[in-house]
T-cell receptor
Framework: DTAVSQTPKYLVTQMGNDKSIKCEQNLGHDTMYWYKQDSKKFLKIMFSYNNKELIINETVPNRFSPKSPDKAHLNLHINSLELGDSAVYFC????????????FGEGSRLTVL | SQQGEEDPQALSIQEGENATMNCSYKTSINNLQWYRQNSGRGLVHLILIRSNEREKHSGRLRVTLDTSKKSSSLLITASRAADTASYFCAPRGSGNTPLVFGKGTRLSVIA
């Protein structure tokens, strides 16, 4: 069973479109994250979320929004896509109390044309 | 910031040699974690060392931590081609802020 799964794995879309990437974890963790990895492989935290607290990296444009229907899911919605949004987006989860070890999904490669 | 900075940025070695990667950070930590990322895949947790530990082993991995110098090193002994990947360190503070990653060390092990 995949611990953290993301869909879709690949997404190609036009500038200006709105898209979503879904993430689910079956580890029973209480905190989930979205990271963005650019072409230079730099991995940047975008959001962390549990049912009480959303921490947003202040550099993330408000076109990006996390949506959590329940503890096991954290979806990423992106409005009005721009060329610079092309990247690989990783979902991760952890248990808030404990060592903070992260479990990552396999990534979703977004290409904006 | 709790971001770690890995050094060197890239490392190329022959199979069977040892690979050493370093990590420096700036704030006090609760633990420090190392992750591996194979090309096109997500990060995978390798090993964690707590702030009160100085050295830890796991298989062919050896991690050291020097809190006075705010640095850590990851040693992979008897490297294999399958060790080719990027390696990231992530210092964790006492709060609940997310782990922040640097640019990593790209390790190439040549068969």
């Amino acid at each position: 069973d995949t611990a953290v799964s993301q869909t879709p794995k690949y997404l190609v879309t036009q500038m200006g479109n709105d898209k979503s990437i879904k993430c689910e974890q079956n580890l029973g963790h209480d905190t989930m994250y979205w990271y963005k990895q650019d072409s230079k492989k730099f991995l940047k935290i975008m959001f962390s979320y549990n049912n009480k607290e959303l921490i947003i990296n202040e550099t993330v444009p408000n076109r990006f929004s996390p949506k959590s229907p329940d503890k096991a899911h954290l979806n990423l919605h992106i409005n009005s896509l721009e060329l610079g949004d092309s990247a690989v987006y990783f979902c991760a989860s952890s248990q808030r109390t404990g060592t903070g070890e992260l479990f990552f999904g396999e990534g979703s490669r977004l290409t904006v044309l | 910031s709790q971001q770690g900075e890995e050094d060197p940025q890239a490392l190329s070695i022959q199979e069977g040699e040892n690979a050493t990667m370093n990590c420096s950070y700036k704030t006090s930590i609760n633990n420090l974690q190392w992750y591996r990322q194979n090309s096109g895949r997500g990060l995978v947790h390798l090993i964690l060392i707590r702030s009160n530990e100085r050295e830890k082993h796991s298989g062919r991995l050896r991690v050291t931590l020097d809190t006075s110098k705010k640095s850590s090193s990851l040693l992979i002994t008897a490297s294999r081609a399958a060790d080719t990947a990027s390696y990231f360190c992530a210092p964790r503070g006492s709060g609940n802020t997310p782990l922040v990653f640097g640019k990593g060390t790209r390790l190439s092990v040549i068969a």
